[in-house]
């Protein structure tokens, strides 16, 4: 029912930038969340940032500061601005778009992933 594409990730040093980008298409009329979710090797899959179609953001303590979430609504993409990179951000990057009613989700979906490496 919806595709999700993720662009944009690669091989960056340290206090670098990148621009991941989330296309998304098919039935995408009742989404009001989306979000970037990452996993690192041996680790759980975690929030990184989440943007609601009202436009309320909301970022894990971690990136706070340093990443900035945005949407087109034109192009039926969520953007995710990385700034001052560390090496604690390597990570697989998960685009997630999802409907949320009264604080639950009723259903979502999953990109494929995209591999952001910080290292000098």
């Known amino acids: 029912q919806v595709q999700l594409v993720e662009s944009g990730g690669g091989l960056v040093q340290p206090g670098g930038s990148l621009r991941l980008s989330c296309a998304a298409s098919g039935s995408i009329f009742s989404i009001n969340v989306m979000g970037w979710y990452r996993q690192a090797p041996g680790k759980q899959r975690e929030l990184v940032a989440r943007?609601?179609?009202?436009?309320?953001?909301n970022y894990a303590d971690s990136v706070k500061g340093r990443f900035t979430i945005s949407r087109d609504n034109a192009k039926n993409t969520v953007y995710l601005q990385m700034n001052s990179l560390k090496p604690e951000d390597t990570a697989v990057y998960y685009c997630?778009?999802?409907?949320?009613?009264?604080?639950?989700?009723?259903?979502?979906?999953w990109g494929q992933g995209t591999q952001v490496t910080v290292s000098s």
């Open positions: 943007i609601t179609s009202g436009g309320s953001t």
């Open positions: 997630n778009c999802a409907r949320v009613r009264l604080l639950t989700t009723e259903y979502g979906y």
